[in-house]
């Protein structure tokens, strides 16, 4: 069964296409260093009742459908975080 591609690759994927010699580092791994953005990110864009992102609201009407894109890279952010983490713990 094929796994669903992450955010983070999409992005990466999408900008390696756009600009091939120079491909972008994705959003996702520079926030993974940056524990506090990421978290704060993940406890404000949740699900609302309706299955709207309550982060993304606006004043005009309901935000992105859940989860948006910001939760998306904020829990690649996570992933990549804890996977440098669990090297790191694994190489001393």
Known sequence: M???????QGT???DAAADPQ???VPMAAIMSGMPEVWRKLLAAH???RLGRCSGCRSATGSGERWPCSLHRIASDAQ?????????AVDSD
């Open 79 to 87: 992933r990549l975080h804890d996977q440098d983490l669990a090297r």
């Open 46 to 48: 949740v699900p609302d």
């Open 2 to 8: 094929e796994q669903p591609e992450t955010y983070a």
């Open 12 to 14: 990466a994927d999408a």
């Open 22 to 24: 120079e491909a972008a």
